[in-house]
T-cell receptor, first 113, second 113 residues
């Protein structure tokens, strides 16, 4: 597509429920990143996929967070047993291999009640 | 480790005022430096970037110069407009590319007519 798209744009859930957030990258972009933007914490890196390599999960805050990228394209970020501190905007960014400019999606705003 | 420090906001200016948002960084090697902007209700957009020392990035009247000696990348604009009201993020990426962006906390700019 023309840009990075994310869905849903907003998600309200109850504490303890699981949520899935989706990212559709720019066509042809091989690298995909998930970030989290929360009040007081700024923008934090979560996980990174590059082609068929094993993902860099070093930014995931706990084992409740996981992500996958199917066929080198769409990615899903899953948060299990959500907590109120998971409330944030989750951003996806992609870049063509070898280039450094990351293009961001509009984000998913998650609110855990 | 790599880190970015930028001036805390909010910054409130009158239209046509001069803008400076300070940004300093700590990094191994020679990172690439970026300014991203987030307009109200929108996603992150790349504003400008510089990839080596003494490079000047510029876009939409904004400028920033990569200063290795002071490890800085201050954002400037000679005459701000109401439409420049947004949150500005300074960021770096390691020179190998395809690595996560490291962001500053962001500076909120409000320009009043």
């Amino acid at each position: 597509g023309a840009g990075v798209s994310q869905s849903p744009s907003n998600k309200v859930t109850e504490k303890g429920k699981d949520v899935e957030l989706r990212c559709d990258p720019i066509s042809g972009h091989t690298a995909l990143y998930w970030y989290r933007q929360s009040l007081g914490q700024g923008l934090e890196f979560l996980i990174y996929f590059q082609g068929n390599s094993a993902p860099d999960k070093s930014g995931l805050p706990s084992d409740r967070f996981s992500a996958e990228r199917t066929g080198g394209s769409v990615s899903t970020l899953t948060i299990q047993r959500t907590q109120q501190e998971d409330s944030a905007v989750y951003l996806c960014a992609t870049t063509a291999g070898g280039l450094e400019t990351q293009y961001f999606g509009p984000g998913t705003r998650l609110l855990v009640l | 480790g790599n880190s970015v420090t930028q001036m805390e906001g909010p910054v409130t200016l009158s239209e046509e005022a001069f803008l400076t948002i300070n940004c300093t960084y700590t990094a191994t090697g020679y990172p690439s430096l970026f300014w991203y902007v987030q307009y109200p209700g929108e996603g992150l957009q790349l504003l400008l970037k510089a990839t080596k020392a003494d490079d000047k990035g510029s876009n939409k009247g904004f400028e920033a110069t990569y200063r290795k000696e002071t490890t800085s990348f201050h954002l400037e604009k000679g005459s701000v407009q109401v439409s420049d009201s947004a949150v500005y993020f300074c960021a770096l990426i390691r020179p190998s590319g395809n690595t996560p962006l490291v962001f500053g906390k962001g500076t909120r700019l409000s320009v009043i007519a």
